[in-house]
């Protein structure tokens, strides 16, 4: 089953902030899929209660942090902006912001991505659902949004306002039985808030395979070592020099992973395409996967879980840019198939 949440597309520019992040993506894969499989592979979430609040984020996110997004305008309004890297160190914002431009306020953006991280909490919903009916099948749903994996629990983060991912798990978890879960991440950038959310909670285990060098930001000290970094329950840091190894590199992470961890109950995967060559964005230059290599690894982890049986519900991630799309749809093609 995949997922479509109109809210989940947005330019950035409309609320002022002059970043040119166009989510032309997700449209472009809804048409492909539409055209190629006809609407009953997508489920549209258009209806206004499908969103999230407060006591969701509550679950995962410090009580001050939840209470400056839901509580004050101009808490809500600084953490945007400092999400967005728009806010210079004494706290006034920077030349990306000029709501002169904006043709909607901040907080219609907030709605938005609440909007969205419901996305993220119903395809992880929708895959739970299936396994307690059909125990011995493969489940797995797609989201067309959603892989804020750099929300930390105490902030923002590298344009992540809140963790969509443990904010959906956390929320399945008051209904449904779930003692763990891994949140396995294939974004170009490191998974930095998801590491953090896996410290604290016992049930959340996370791998992030993701260049070696470019992020997180911040000056390594003597050692080369990041002391605000905390690292994931396994981390697979891979070089530019590496990128053909990519995917040899994945398999052993995972094997060892599985070796390691016991199975989760659910797996959500972030299936970044910014580690795709044809990306755009300048910070992922560190790794130039080839479109075959893109697709390769996507239909590797697809039969991991397939092969064990393990639940997976996949979220976006990064990829930006006009050539993005087609890495998705190969991929969603491939599964769609199989
Ligand atoms: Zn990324």
Redesign the pocket.
Known sequence: MIFYHPKAQRDLQDFGIKIPLLSLRIEQVRLHLLQKFGPPCLTELTQTDQTLGREDLARVHTPEYVEKLFLSRTGLEQALLECYECLRPDGGPTVRYDPSQAKTSLLELFQDLLAEGYGTYKAIEHVLQKKAQKPDSFAWSFFLGGGM?HARPNGPG?FCLFHDIVVGLARVKETQRLSSAWVIDV???MGDGTAFFSKIFPWLKSLSI?MENG?PLGVPDQDGARPHIIPSTLDIPVSYQDSRKYLALLRAGLEQFKRQEILPDVAVVVL?A?PFLGDV?Q??RHLQLTKAEMLARDQFLFNFFKELQIPVAYVM???YGPHIAPIYEQFLDFALLS
Do not use: K, Q
Request: glycine share 34%; proline share 0%.
């Open positions: 994996h590298g974004d170009a950038h993701h992020w970044g910014d964005l910070s992922t991630g990064g990829g």
